[in-house]
């Protein structure tokens, strides 16, 4: 199975200013198509995750462009160019690239 | 809209059985391959299951494969998971979760299974 190491597992951040979480996986995510199906989803308290980002960079539908994606194959980054207070939550990256599918034990952000 | 409503969980002692439901709605279901992600409580996601558009072809995580059971009615947009033999570990939040061409863009609210004796 491939593994998703993320880091920091915490992030406590100042209203206003970036965040930034680092996603790697044990193995490389291109796919035999030509893809890397990385997604970022975001997992607010008490709801479903959400998706933010996927295929590395590609926002979707309905999500800020303060949130962006970037990396190739093994290292992936998530970044929010200004936290606003909806941010808090945890971030989660995933591999949809092989099975089974493989989540980052998630990243907490929370206002400093 | 795309909504996936999640029923079915509940308290189950050990050893028993459940079965959840995912009702589909607001986009064509049978074009769709869909999955089960679970989360135990306080921790992070785990993929589950998935089945594709007909439900000829499933596949399962190694710590539920054997037990639990995907499948779907694409005449009531329903998606389902037989669990069997359920123990303590496999408490969690269950998610439906529809995906498109790899990517899994919507996810159900949940329901909760809760074994314990």
């Known amino acids: 199975d491939v593994v998703m190491t993320q880091t920091p597992l915490s992030s406590p951040v100042t209203l206003g200013q970036p965040a930034s979480i680092s996603c790697r996986s044990s193995?490389?995510?291109?796919?035999?198509?030509?893809?890397?199906?990385l997604s970022w989803f975001q997992q607010r308290p008490g709801q479903p995750p959400r998706l933010l980002i996927y295929?590395?960079?590609n926002r979707f539908s309905g999500v800020p462009d303060r949130f962006s994606g970037s990396g190739a194959g093994t290292d992936f980054t998530l970044k929010i160019t200004r936290v606003e207070a909806e941010d808090v939550g945890v971030y989660y990256c995933?591999?949809?690239?092989?099975?089974?599918?493989?989540f980052g034990q998630g990243t907490k952000v929370e206002i400093k | 809209e795309v909504q996936l409503a999640e029923s079915g969980g509940g308290l189950v002692q050990p050893g028993g059985s459940l079965r959840l439901s995912c009702a589909a709605s607001?986009?064509?279901?049978?074009?769709?391959?869909m999955h089960w992600v679970r989360q135990a409580p306080g921790k992070g996601l785990v993929w589950v299951s998935r089945i594709n558009t007909d439900g000829s072809i499933t596949t399962y995580g190694d710590s539920v494969k054997g037990r639990f059971t995907i499948s779907r009615d694409n005449a009531k947009n329903t998606l389902y998971l037989q669990m069997n033999s359920l123990r303590a570990e496999d408490t969690a939040v269950y998610y439906c979760?529809?995906?498109?061409?790899?990517?899994?863009?919507?996810w159900g609210q949940g329901t909760l299974v809760t074994v314990s004796s």
């Open positions: 295929k590395i960079s």
């Open positions: 193995q490389s995510l291109v796919h035999s198509d030509g893809n890397t199906y």
């Open positions: 607001g986009f064509s279901f049978s074009t769709y391959w």
């Open positions: 979760v529809r995906s498109s061409y790899s990517l899994p863009d919507y």
């Open positions: 995933m591999q949809t690239t092989q099975f089974p599918w493989t």
